[in-house]
């Protein structure tokens, strides 16, 4: 596969999750850009507004194994990873695998799951691996993780801890439609938008070299010290008390060279970091509390930062 190639395929995913997620374009980019980046994904929003569907188009797409997990005080770690059962008449244990074995995994308002079960989708999430009685046992490759969560309701709900939102490559948020789209949904009937009418118009195998060429994809070293002083910066703002990690620096200059394969490039352009800076960082930041106070966001101090810092010049070849 080739550059050309990579950004054909991506076209007609973007091209088929429109059939049923409408006006909603440049979510699906930043999907796009997760699952060529290989990183997991945090969506943020109130519900109804359509993220399991979002999702659901995805994996249908690129012919993918989908499962959707409800989260609630009750889940237990082995409700997502799967259990060993003896089997008498064989006199060993067999692995049931739960529903985490599958390449896309929508983590339905994961904040509802108590810590000893986050600790498990963190292990998934950053080892892509599950320990069920001792025994590792991989995940499907490739492997995603879309968690939801909603930003109104707190009740019953436990904080995410920051270790695991900063395995979270983008946390994004979808918003309303705009009045032609809500319209349309209205007008239209609900079996002409579902995502089981989707037929796959791209592989696992394509999504598999797709990310092998997005690696290779290359940074000059003036936009890597860009994308660093970004970074550094982040740590040193007056506002910020805690700022974001290496790992953060690794998923952003990841993300960047996927948005830059998704655009047909080879490389990647200071506009890129610009785009892609708030969705991958915002969520890694924690602002102190005067700050916060005073309405400031984590945005807010990005923003700040990319207007101050100089950008290079002559990055494109």
């Not at 079960?117 to 993780?145: I, Y």
């Not at 010290?225 to 910020?240: F, K, N, Q």
Request: contains cysteine; aromatic residues 4%.
């Amino acid at each position: 596969m080739d550059t050309q190639t990579a950004v054909q395929a991506a076209n007609r995913i973007r091209s088929n999750m429109e059939a049923c997620i409408y006006g909603k374009r440049d979510v699906i980019d930043w999907l796009l850009i997760a699952l060529v980046a290989g990183g997991h994904v945090l969506i943020e929003d109130v519900p109804g507004t359509g993220k399991t569907l979002l999702v659901k188009s995805l994996a249908r797409s690129i012919g993918g194994a989908y499962h959707r997990i409800q989260c609630n005080p009750d889940l237990l770690p082995t409700d997502i990873t799967g259990v060993s059962i003896y089997h008498p008449k064989e006199e060993q244990f067999r692995f049931r695998p739960g529903p985490i074995m599958a390449n896309l995994v929508l983590v339905d308002e994961i904040n509802r799951a108590t810590t000893k079960t986050q600790s498990a989708l963190l292990e998934a999430m950053e080892e892509r691996h599950v320990t069920v009685d001792g025994e590792s046992h991989p995940l499907p490759v490739p492997f995603m993780l879309f968690a939801t969560q909603n930003p109104i309701e707190f009740e019953g709900t436990y904080s995410l801890p920051e270790a695991q939102l900063d395995r979270f490559l983008l946390k994004i948020s979808l918003g309303y439609p705009d009045e032609a789209s809500e319209k349309r949904l209205v007008l239209e009937p609900a079996a002409e938008r579902s995502a089981d009418a989707l037929e796959p118009v791209a592989s696992l195998d394509d999504v598999i070299r797709m990310q092998e060429l997005a690696s290779q994809v290359h940074i000059e070293d003036d936009v890597a010290d860009y994308l660093l002083r970004l970074i550094r910066e982040s740590r040193t703002h007056p506002a910020v008390l805690l700022g974001a990690s290496p790992r953060a620096a690794v998923a952003l200059s990841a993300a960047v060279r996927a948005r830059a394969l998704l655009a047909g490039r080879n490389y990647v352009i200071p506009d890129d970091v610009k785009a892609l800076a708030p969705l991958v960082l915002g969520h890694r930041m924690h602002l102190r509390a005067e700050a916060r106070m005073n309405g400031l966001t984590p945005r807010a101090v990005l923003d700040e930062l990319m207007h101050r810092l100089p950008v290079p010049v002559g990055s494109e070849r």
